[in-house]
């Protein structure tokens, strides 16, 4: 899987093969299609260790900011979210094209269906410090735009976001999320 990563961030899905995975991997191709029976299995074994890696952050974040307030929280939490997407924000990208290719959208889904859960519940232990008067909304509205802030800004525009925007991000996301919530 190591392997398949590296080519898909240098080279790409489509100039991505079994053999040359295996080449770069240090493995026969008969020894690869014992595990994986094509390319886009793989590919697919990549995105879910990825997605489960990044829940994992995400499960013990949210466990970290249980018992804090609101402000302290969400602050940790859209933290989260662009510390995730730093990782290998290229890998991430290429992956994130590749979901729907390689049947991995209802994994995907799951995940972020689990994330909302925690947030839901999260929300629901500090409800006195809320004005939203639907919380799985709220949760929902909160991942979501997390989400597709921190993936634009890290994963599509990579060549303009230095730390100190990093930073700036979190700190206008977070203002965000908590005016929203609060009201």
Do not use: W
């Not at 793989?42 to 879910?48: F, K, P, R």
């Not at 909304?137 to 925007?165: G, K, M, N, Q, Y």
Request: with cysteine; glycine share 6%.
């Amino acid at each position: 899987m190591e392997a398949t990563a590296r080519i898909l961030v240098t080279e790409g899905f489509d100039r991505a093969s079994t053999n040359k995975i295996a080449r770069v991997a240090g493995v026969g191709i008969g020894s690869l299609y014992q595990y994986f029976p094509n390319k886009e299995a793989l590919v697919g074994a990549v995105v879910d260790r990825h997605k489960e890696a990044t829940m994992q952050v995400v499960r013990a974040a949210l466990t970290k900011v249980a018992l804090r307030p609101l402000d302290e929280a969400i602050g940790a939490l859209v933290r989260v979210g662009v510390d995730a997407h730093r990782i290998n924000p290229r890998l991430h990208a290429v992956l994130s094209e590749q979901i729907p290719r390689v049947g991995r959208l209802e994994n995907v889904n799951a995940i972020e269906r689990e994330t909302i859960d925690l947030v839901r519940a999260y929300l629901e232990s500090h409800g006195e410090e809320l004005a939203v008067p639907d919380l799985g909304l709220a949760a929902f509205i909160c991942v979501t735009t997390v989400e597709a802030l921190t993936h634009a800004a890290i994963v599509d525009r990579p060549d303009v976001l230095s730390e100190v925007e990093a930073d700036q991000l979190v700190d206008e996301v977070t203002g965000m999320i908590l005016r929203y919530l609060k009201g």
